[in-house]
């Protein structure tokens, strides 16, 4: 059983897709250990609570990135966390954070990245005026949205779309590429999407968490 750690900062709908799959046994042998957010008033800490996992809130406000990081650290060691589940934490981690969980640190993101990193990705998107949009699920290093890609779903912008809609769009192939990204770095299968465009490009052996 692999022990998931989530940190996030807003409302979780991406945390709540990534436990709905484990109750639903999309991703099999997986709990999720805590949920930490940074800020006292994120909706999804509330949802953890009443999902009756443990939620903690180790509040970021005013404190130095490091000092804080070491707390959080501390505390996802301290519930046993393998692998650690960005999920809308609006904060960069130190380089400390990031040495302490090699490859063991996943980011979603809605764009397809390199493209439109950081804040407002469907702004960016938009203003760019592409025509292909997305979401990106990442190994996590020491640069703001950046380290190797697990897997990207592509999202048509239309004619149609303003900001909301397309993030909509995004969002709802965010929950489905999160499960895929943890089922293919713990090792199992991944489902609900197509195995060869998620695979074409990347060998995924070396991905995998020890046994
Ligand atoms: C998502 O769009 C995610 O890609 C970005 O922040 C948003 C979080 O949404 N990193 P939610 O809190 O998971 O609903």
Known sequence: MKSLGILLSGRGSNFVAIADSIAAG?????????????RADAPGIATARQRGLQ?????????????????????LKQHGVELICLAGYMRLLSPWFVQQFPRRILNIHPSLLPAFPGLEAQEQAFAYGVKISGCTVHFVDEELDHGPIIVQKPVAVLDSDDEPRLAARILEQEHIAYTEAINIVLGGTAEGGCPHMNRSHVNHSHMNLPL
């Open 26 to 38: 999309r991703i099999p042998d997986a709990k999720i250990a805590v949920v930490i957010a940074n």
């Open 55 to 75: 939620a903690l809130v180790i509040s970021s406000k005013g404190r130095a990135r490091e000092e804080h990081d070491r707390e959080v650290v501390a505390a």
